[in-house]
C-alpha cells in the first residue's frame, strides 16, 4: 500500500518542475492569506482615487509611522502612540478580567440549576442584545469623565458572552461523568475545579474570545465619549479635527492590536488547555504509524 | 464489616406517555449481604439489575421498600465500577484517581499508586486516558473504585463492553485484587459463566425484578473458567437460568392466550 502511494508521489512531482512549484505555491494557505491582503489594499486604494476625502494607504501609512515613532504632523503634535495604549490597556485589560471571573461564576450558577437558569436567562439575554454604545452613554451619565466609566463599560458589554458560554459548557458535561461523581461522593469544589471547570474550557475561550472583541470595541466606544485620553480618545480627536488620515491610521492600529492578541495569546493558551485531546490524536496517529510499519514490514 | 439490607423494594418508571403502562424495574425484593462476600446478581437484561445499583448509590431514589448499607455507626463508603471507564479524560490517570479518594497529599498518591499497580498500570499514572486501550481504562476504573476502600463496591458488568481475551484476563485479575483485598461486592452480570467464576453467591432476578433464586458458590479460590467444578455448576445455572426464561415465555403466552 505505502508503496504504491510514495510511487504515486514522486512521479507527481518529478513531471511538473517550475510549472509545479508554482502551482503548490498558489494553492498554499500563506498565499491565499496574503492575497487577501493585497487585495482589501487595493480596494482601499481605490475608493481613495475615487473619493477626495477617502485617506490613501501611503499617506495613512505614513501619518501612522509619526504617531509611533514621534515627529510632528505639519507642526501638530509629537507622536503619543505609547502614552495612549498605556492608559487604554489597564482599563480593558480590568474590564475583560472583572467579565471572566463574574461571567464563570454566574455562568456556573446558571447552568447548574434549573431554578437559577429560570431567574436570570432573560436578564442575560436582554444584556446581550444591548449594544455597547448604550453603556458608553450610561456610564458616561453616572460616572462622568474618567477610568470607572470605560472600565465599566467594557465589563458590562464582555460579561454576557463569557456567562451565556459557561452556562452551554456546563449543561453539556456528559451525564455519565456527573453520576460518577455523585456516586463517589465528590465534593462540590473538586468537581468544580476537576470536572466542570475543564469540561467547559472550551466554552470559557470561545467566551473569552468573544469578551475581547466585544469590550476592545466597547473600550474604545466609551473613550471616544468619557476619556480624554486612550486609544478611543485619540481616533475622535483627530476626527474631530478633520484629519481623517489619522483618524484611518488609528483604526488600523487598533485593529492590528487585537489580531496580534488573537494570534499571539488566544492561540497558545488554547493549546495548552487542550494538551488532553492532542494527547488523543498523538496516540491515534502513533496507533497508525505502528500499522502502516507492520504492513511495510510484512 | 458492611450490612447491605434490601427489605421489600419496589421500583417502577412512570409511564412515559399517555396509554402506555408503568413499567416495574424491581418488585418486591428482599435480601441481606453480610460480611466481605462476593455476591453476583445475575438477570436476563431489562430485569432492573442497574436499577438495583443505582438506588444502592444514590443516583436514583426506590419507589417503596428500603435499601440500604451499614457499617456500624458511619456512613458506608461505596465503590463503584460502570459498564463503561468513565475517568474524566480532561485529568490524566493519577489526577483522576485522587478525584476519588478523600485523603490529600503524599498519603493519597501512595494509595493511588497502590491500586494502580494492583491492576498492573503502575507508571501509567501520568497518561492521559484516551493514551490508553479500553481494556486498560476500564482497569483504572476497578483501580479507582477499589482506592476509595469501600464498604461495598457495586460493579455494573464491568467486562460486557469488552473483547473476550481483555474480559478474561480482567476477571482473574479481579478475582487477585478481591482475594488481596475482600470487599463486600455485589457485582450485576448477565453472564451466568462469569457470575460463577467470581461469587460466593449468586442471586438470580427473573423479568421484571422478582428474585427467583438465592444460589451459594462454594467452589475453591483462584477458579479458572477450565476448572471442571466450576465447569459444571455453570452448566447446572445456566440450566436453571433457561428454565426460568422458558416459564416466564409460557407465563407471557398464557396471558396473552387469556
Same mark, same amino acid.
Given at each position: 500500500?505505502? #508503496?504504491?502511494?510514495?510511487? &504515486?508521489? &514522486?512521479?507527481?512531482?518529478?513531471?511538473?518542475?517550475?510549472?509545479?512549484?508554482?502551482?503548490?505555491?498558489?494553492?498554499?494557505?500563506?498565499?491565499?492569506?496574503?492575497?487577501?491582503? %493585497?487585495? +482589501?489594499?487595493?480596494?482601499?486604494? +481605490?475608493?481613495?482615487?475615487?473619493?477626495?476625502? @477617502?485617506?490613501?494607504?501611503?499617506?495613512?501609512?505614513?501619518?501612522?509611522?509619526?504617531?509611533?515613532?514621534?515627529?510632528?504632523?505639519?507642526?501638530?503634535?509629537? =507622536?503619543?502612540?505609547?502614552?495612549?495604549?498605556?492608559?487604554?490597556?489597564?482599563?480593558?485589560?480590568?474590564?475583560?478580567?472583572?467579565?471572566?471571573?463574574?461571567?464563570?461564576?454566574?455562568?456556573?450558577?446558571?447552568?447548574?440549576?434549573?431554578?437559577?437558569?429560570?431567574?436570570?436567562?432573560? &436578564?442575560? +439575554?436582554?444584556?446581550?442584545?444591548?449594544?455597547? *454604545? #448604550?453603556?458608553?452613554?450610561? &456610564?458616561?451619565?453616572?460616572?462622568?469623565?474618567?477610568?470607572?466609566?470605560?472600565?465599566?463599560?467594557?465589563?458590562?458589554?464582555?460579561?454576557? @458572552? %463569557?456567562?451565556?458560554?459557561?452556562?452551554?459548557?456546563?449543561?453539556?458535561?456528559?451525564?455519565?461523568?456527573?453520576?460518577?461523581?455523585?456516586?463517589?461522593?465528590?465534593?462540590?469544589?473538586?468537581?468544580?475545579?476537576?470536572?466542570?471547570?475543564?469540561? %467547559?474550557?472550551?466554552?470559557?475561550?470561545?467566551?473569552?474570545?468573544?469578551?475581547? *472583541?466585544? =469590550?476592545?470595541?466597547?473600550?474604545?466606544?466609551?473613550?471616544?465619549?468619557?476619556?480624554?485620553?486612550?486609544?478611543?480618545?485619540?481616533?475622535?480627536?483627530?476626527?474631530?479635527?478633520?484629519?481623517?488620515?489619522?483618524?484611518?491610521?488609528?483604526?488600523?492600529?487598533?485593529?492590528?492590536?487585537?489580531?496580534?492578541?488573537?494570534?499571539?495569546?488566544?492561540?497558545?493558551?488554547?493549546?495548552?488547555?487542550?494538551?488532553?485531546?492532542?494527547?488523543?490524536?498523538?496516540?491515534?496517529?502513533?496507533?497508525?504509524?505502528? *500499522?502502516?510499519?507492520?504492513?511495510?514490514?510484512? | 464489616?458492611?450490612?447491605?439490607?434490601?427489605?421489600?423494594?419496589?421500583?417502577?418508571?412512570?409511564?412515559?406517555?399517555?396509554?402506555?403502562?408503568?413499567?416495574?424495574?424491581?418488585?418486591?425484593?428482599?435480601?441481606? !449481604?453480610?460480611?466481605?462476600?462476593?455476591?453476583?446478581? !445475575?438477570?436476563?437484561?431489562?430485569?432492573?439489575?442497574?436499577?438495583?445499583?443505582? /438506588?444502592?448509590?444514590?443516583?436514583?431514589?426506590?419507589?417503596?421498600?428500603?435499601?440500604?448499607?451499614?457499617?456500624?455507626?458511619?456512613?458506608?463508603?461505596?465503590?463503584?465500577?460502570?459498564?463503561?471507564?468513565?475517568?474524566?479524560?480532561?485529568?490524566?490517570?493519577?489526577?483522576?484517581?485522587?478525584?476519588? /479518594?478523600?485523603?490529600?497529599?503524599?498519603?493519597?498518591?501512595?494509595?493511588?499508586?497502590?491500586?494502580?499497580?494492583?491492576?498492573?498500570?503502575?507508571?501509567?499514572?501520568?497518561?492521559?486516558?484516551?493514551?490508553?486501550?479500553?481494556?486498560?481504562?476500564?482497569?483504572?476504573?476497578?483501580?479507582?473504585?477499589?482506592?476509595?476502600?469501600?464498604?461495598?463496591?457495586?460493579?455494573?458488568?464491568?467486562?460486557?463492553?469488552?473483547?473476550?481475551?481483555?474480559?478474561?484476563?480482567?476477571?482473574?485479575?479481579?478475582?487477585? /485484587?478481591?482475594?488481596?483485598?475482600?470487599?463486600?461486592?455485589?457485582? !450485576?452480570?448477565?453472564?451466568?459463566?462469569?457470575?460463577?467464576?467470581?461469587?460466593?453467591? /449468586?442471586?438470580?432476578?427473573?423479568?421484571?425484578?422478582?428474585?427467583?433464586?438465592?444460589?451459594?458458590?462454594?467452589?475453591?479460590?483462584?477458579?479458572?473458567?477450565?476448572?471442571?467444578?466450576?465447569?459444571?455448576?455453570?452448566?447446572?445455572?445456566?440450566?436453571?437460568?433457561?428454565?426460568?426464561?422458558?416459564?416466564?415465555?409460557?407465563?407471557?403466552?398464557?396471558?396473552?392466550?387469556?
Amino acid at each position: 500500500m505505502s #508503496i504504491a502511494v510514495e510511487r &504515486t508521489r &514522486t512521479a507527481g512531482s518529478s513531471g511538473g518542475g517550475a510549472a509545479d512549484v508554482l502551482r503548490r505555491f498558489v494553492r498554499s494557505d500563506r498565499f491565499a492569506r496574503a492575497a487577501s491582503y %493585497v487585495f +482589501l489594499l487595493l480596494l482601499w486604494w +481605490l475608493a481613495s482615487v475615487y473619493e477626495d476625502r @477617502f485617506p490613501a494607504p501611503l499617506e495613512t501609512f505614513q501619518f501612522l509611522w509619526v504617531e509611533v515613532t514621534g515627529g510632528s504632523h505639519g507642526g501638530v503634535v509629537r =507622536g503619543e502612540f505609547l502614552e495612549h495604549f498605556a492608559s487604554t490597556l489597564p482599563r480593558f485589560g480590568l474590564g475583560i478580567a472583572i467579565s471572566m471571573v463574574l461571567g464563570i461564576a454566574v455562568g456556573v450558577v446558571i447552568g447548574g440549576s434549573k431554578w437559577a437558569e429560570a431567574l436570570f436567562k432573560d &436578564t442575560l +439575554l436582554v444584556l446581550l442584545a444591548l449594544p455597547a *454604545i #448604550i453603556w458608553a452613554f450610561l &456610564t458616561q451619565m453616572w460616572f462622568g469623565l474618567g477610568d470607572d466609566a470605560v472600565v465599566i463599560t467594557t465589563f458590562l458589554s464582555a460579561f454576557p @458572552f %463569557v456567562a451565556v458560554n459557561v452556562v452551554q459548557g456546563i449543561q453539556a458535561i456528559p451525564r455519565e461523568l456527573r453520576r460518577m461523581s455523585r456516586a463517589f461522593h465528590v465534593p462540590r469544589y473538586k468537581r468544580l475545579r476537576h470536572m466542570q471547570v475543564p469540561a %467547559v474550557t472550551g466554552y470559557i475561550f470561545a467566551g473569552f474570545r468573544f469578551a475581547v *472583541i466585544v =469590550g476592545w470595541n466597547a473600550v474604545l466606544l466609551s473613550e471616544w465619549f468619557s476619556s480624554s485620553e486612550g486609544v478611543g480618545w485619540r481616533s475622535r480627536y483627530w476626527y474631530d479635527a478633520n484629519r481623517y488620515r489619522g483618524f484611518l491610521a488609528w483604526v488600523i492600529l487598533f485593529i492590528g492590536f487585537i489580531v496580534l492578541l488573537d494570534r499571539l495569546v488566544l492561540v497558545r493558551l488554547q493549546r495548552r488547555a487542550f494538551r488532553w485531546r492532542d494527547a488523543q490524536a498523538s496516540a491515534i496517529e502513533r496507533e497508525a504509524e505502528e *500499522i502502516d510499519i507492520g504492513v511495510k514490514g510484512a | 464489616m458492611a450490612t447491605l439490607t434490601v427489605d421489600h423494594l419496589e421500583k417502577t418508571f412512570p409511564a412515559i406517555e399517555r396509554g402506555s403502562v408503568p413499567t416495574t424495574a424491581i418488585d418486591d425484593l428482599t435480601f441481606t !449481604v453480610e460480611g466481605h462476600v462476593f455476591v453476583s446478581v !445475575v438477570g436476563p437484561s431489562g430485569c432492573g439489575k442497574s436499577t438495583l445499583l443505582n /438506588i444502592l448509590s444514590g443516583i436514583e431514589t426506590s419507589s417503596s421498600g428500603s435499601a440500604t448499607v451499614s457499617e456500624g455507626t458511619r456512613p458506608a463508603r461505596l465503590g463503584y465500577v460502570f459498564q463503561d471507564p468513565r475517568l474524566l479524560p480532561w485529568r490524566t490517570v493519577m489526577q483522576n484517581m485522587l478525584y476519588v /479518594i478523600d485523603e490529600s497529599g503524599a498519603q493519597a498518591r501512595t494509595r493511588a499508586e497502590r491500586y494502580l499497580e494492583m491492576v498492573g498500570l503502575d507508571g501509567a499514572g501520568d497518561k492521559f486516558p484516551a493514551q490508553l486501550s479500553g481494556g486498560m481504562q476500564q482497569r483504572v476504573g476497578i483501580a479507582r473504585a477499589f482506592a476509595v476502600e469501600p464498604d461495598l463496591l457495586l460493579m455494573d458488568e464491568p467486562f460486557s463492553h469488552l473483547d473476550a481475551i481483555t474480559a478474561r484476563s480482567l476477571r482473574e485479575q479481579l478475582q487477585d /485484587i478481591w482475594t488481596q483485598t475482600r470487599k463486600t461486592v455485589l457485582f !450485576v452480570t448477565h453472564d451466568v459463566a462469569e457470575a460463577v467464576q467470581l461469587s460466593d453467591r /449468586i442471586i438470580v432476578l427473573a423479568p421484571g425484578g422478582k428474585l427467583y433464586a438465592d444460589v451459594e458458590v462454594d467452589l475453591p479460590r483462584p477458579r479458572k473458567v477450565s476448572d471442571t467444578d466450576v465447569a459444571t455448576m455453570q452448566a447446572e445455572l445456566l440450566g436453571r437460568f433457561e428454565t426460568m426464561q422458558a416459564e416466564t415465555a409460557a407465563a407471557k403466552t398464557a396471558s396473552i392466550a387469556n
